[in-house]
Structures are given as structure tokens and as C-alpha cells.
Nanobody
Framework: EVHLVEYGGGLVQPGGSLRLSCAAS????????IGWFRQLPGKEREGIAC????????YYADSVKGRFTISSDNAKNTVYLQMDSLKPEDTAVYYC???????????????WGRGTQVTVSW
């Protein structure tokens, strides 16, 4: 069974940076996509970035493009989300998830981490 665990959430000041990690295990297929999603307080879950393992392709939502970077370290079975120039409106619970498809459509993701809280505030 695929297992995903997020690390790295916490409190950061506006304009600051934070790096989230997603440790993955249990994959039997080398071709998969890891996505990062977030749920803002009182809002629906939204996809913000994804990376496909086989070709390294990435996709970003407009809300984070130019500020967030998704990357992976296959030797560590880990996907990262580097978050720079953070804003108070980035405050949310952040989740990583796995999908057999190259998409940020949440319904296609078949495994999810439990989430990690990111708070951007003075």
C-alpha cells in the first residue's frame, strides 16, 4: 500500500520561506505523479503543484507560480515543496498525494498524507 507522510509545516512570517517534505513508500509503479494540495480555512481543497516521476515534468497553479517549487530526491523517496515569498493567504493545511495520472484533479489521487499546518503570520 502507498504511504505518504508530510513534514515541515509550522509558523513563518510573511515574506519568509518554508520547505515541506513528502516521504513516500509502497509504490510498485515507477510512473506516478505526486501532487501538493492545500485547504485554506473555510475553503475547498485546491491543487497547487505536481511532479511526474517518469519524466520530471511539473505543473503549478497560478496562485503559487514563481513562488513555490516542487522537486524530488528519488534516492530518499521524497518530494519537496519549497515555498518562498509566503503570504498570509498561504495559511492552510498542506497535503501531498499520489496519482497514476499527470493531473491536479484531486479525484484522481489515490493516496493521501495526513496533512501539515502552515501558518503565515506575524
Amino acid at each position: 500500500e502507498v504511504h505518504l507522510v508530510e513534514y515541515g509545516g509550522g509558523l513563518v512570517q510573511p515574506g519568509g520561506s518554508l520547505r515541506l517534505s513528502c516521504a513516500a513508500s509502497g509504490f510498485t509503479d515507477d510512473d506516478y505523479t505526486i501532487g501538493w494540495f492545500r485547504q485554506l480555512p473555510g475553503k475547498e481543497r485546491e491543487g497547487i503543484a505536481c511532479l511526474t516521476n517518469s519524466d520530471g515534468s511539473t505543473y503549478y497553479a497560478d496562485s503559487v507560480k514563481g513562488r513555490f517549487t516542487i522537486s524530488s530526491d528519488n534516492a530518499k523517496n521524497t518530494v519537496y515543496l519549497q515555498m518562498d515569498s509566503l503570504k498570509p493567504e498561504d495559511t492552510a493545511v498542506y497535503y501531498c498525494a499520489a496519482s497514476p495520472w499527470k493531473t491536479l484533479v484531486s479525484e484522481t489521487y489515490v493516496a493521501w498524507g495526513r496533512g501539515t499546518q502552515v501558518t503565515v503570520s506575524w
